[in-house]
C-alpha cells in the first residue's frame, strides 16, 4: 500500500465494501480487531435484529488492519463457494422460544463454533444441527 494513503480512509472503504456485500450494515455488523502476537486478527460478527444475538460470521488474521479486511473482503466474495449451510436451532437459558439461526461453515463444528462466539456454552441449548442441501 502506498504510504501517502490513509489507512484509515482505506479501512472504511474496505469495511464498506465488506457491508455492501453482505448487504448488512450499521449495528447489524460489528469489525472486532485483537492483536495477537506481531499479527491482528479480525472477527466479524453479525447481529441478527429479530432476537439481539450476535454471532461470529468469519475471522481473519493479517499483518495490519487493511491486510485483514482485504482478507475479509476475499473471504466475503467466496465464502457461498468456499462453506456448507447449516441450519442450527437453539434456545437461550432465558428465553421460552426456540430460534433459528443459519451459519457458513466448513463443518457442524465450525457453525457451532460460531453460535457459541463470546458466550458461555451453558447460557444456550442446541436442539439440531442440519446441513442444509445445495441449491
Do not use: C
Amino acid at each position: 500500500m502506498e504510504s501517502n494513503t490513509d489507512v484509515h480512509v482505506e479501512s472504511a472503504r474496505i469495511q464498506k465494501q465488506i457491508e455492501h456485500h453482505l448487504g448488512i450494515s450499521g449495528t447489524s455488523l460489528l469489525f472486532e480487531f485483537r492483536q495477537l502476537d506481531n499479527k491482528l486478527r479480525l472477527d466479524l460478527i453479525t447481529v441478527n435484529p429479530r432476537h439481539q444475538q450476535s454471532f461470529l460470521f468469519h475471522s481473519e488474521v493479517g499483518y495490519d488492519r487493511v491486510d485483514v479486511l482485504r482478507k475479509m473482503l476475499e473471504y466475503v466474495k467466496s465464502y457461498r463457494d468456499m462453506e456448507s449451510s447449516y441450519t442450527v436451532q437453539w434456545m437461550s437459558r432465558n428465553d421460552k422460544e426456540l430460534n433459528t439461526s443459519y451459519f457458513r461453515a466448513r463443518s457442524m463444528y465450525e457453525a457451532l463454533d460460531k453460535l457459541y462466539y463470546g458466550r458461555d456454552m451453558n447460557t444456550i441449548t442446541v436442539f439440531s444441527v442440519v446441513m442444509n442441501p445445495v441449491s
